[in-house]
């Protein structure tokens, strides 16, 4: 339930961040150029939006370290993977293992040291430029992200010594669209032209050993 309520939180706020950077983003733009008409510039040109590109890049940068935690949870990030997919079965899934603690004791060191940065500067008055926002907060990004992606590599390391499988992104799935197996048309629609039979592709442990899955509690 908890991690439900947290995956949704994150999926959430990534969104909400997207949204609103592009609706400020237009916002600026709209105004600049309004400022040059002669009919509405007298009203326009007394708008303060100076904070707007400044807002947007703190938001980006939020939306990154979510963003980067949530990549980890649906296995968008890109790997180079050809050697450890070569390796047998047990060996592979010792490095797939080893790959990723050494994620989440990279993101550990990263937050922590963020922590310790933020901590540091919550003790000054420095403030941005043109929000004037604390600073501490702005860098709060950081070690929220980093112990959040962190969380997120344990996560995917504990899933994947239960039952053997990475998480997988599907780039041609729409959420909320199933497949339709009962028009031969349609389902001819779902075939992966890009697949390859090259053996270089990922493989999960329980595919490769022809198990059946294990559905996980989060899944039920």
């Known amino acids: 339930m908890l991690l439900k309520l947290l995956d949704r939180l994150e999926e959430v706020l990534i969104a909400f961040l997207m949204a609103a950077a592009t609706t400020v983003i237009f916002v600026a733009v709209v105004h600049r150029y309004l400022a040059g008409v002669p009919v509405v510039?007298?009203?326009?040109?007394?708008?303060?939006?100076?904070?707007?590109?400044?807002?947007?890049?703190?938001?980006?940068?939020?939306?990154?370290?979510?963003?980067?935690?949530?990549?980890?949870?649906?296995g968008i990030h890109v790997g180079v993977d050809v050697l450890i997919n070569r390796m047998s079965t047990p060996v592979r899934g010792k490095f797939i293992i080893l790959g990723l603690l050494a994620g989440a004791l990279f993101t550990a060191i990263v937050g922590t040291l963020g922590a310790t940065f933020v901590y540091e500067m919550s003790h000054t008055e420095q403030t941005s430029a043109d929000l004037e926002w604390p600073m501490w907060m702005i860098y709060l990004a950081i070690p929220v992200g980093s112990y959040l992606m962190c969380f997120r590599f344990l996560q995917v390391a504990w899933a994947f010594s239960r039952t053997g499988e990475l998480p997988h992104h599907d780039h041609g799935h729409v959420e909320g669209l199933e497949e339709d197996t009962?028009?031969?048309?349609?389902?001819?629609?779902?075939?992966?032209?890009?697949?390859?039979?090259?053996?270089?592709?990922?493989?999960?442990?329980?595919?490769?050993?022809?198990?059946?899955?294990?559905?996980?509690?989060?899944?039920?």
């Open 41 to 74: 510039q007298d009203y326009v040109i007394h708008w303060n939006l100076a904070w707007a590109q400044e807002l947007c890049i703190y938001m980006f940068v939020w939306m990154a370290k979510f963003g980067a935690a949530y990549g980890v949870r649906t």
């Open 182 to 220: 009962s028009d031969p048309q349609r389902a001819g629609q779902d075939v992966n032209w890009f697949e390859m039979d090259d053996n270089l592709h990922p493989k999960d442990i329980a595919h490769h050993e022809g198990q059946k899955p294990q559905r996980r509690e989060d899944d039920r």
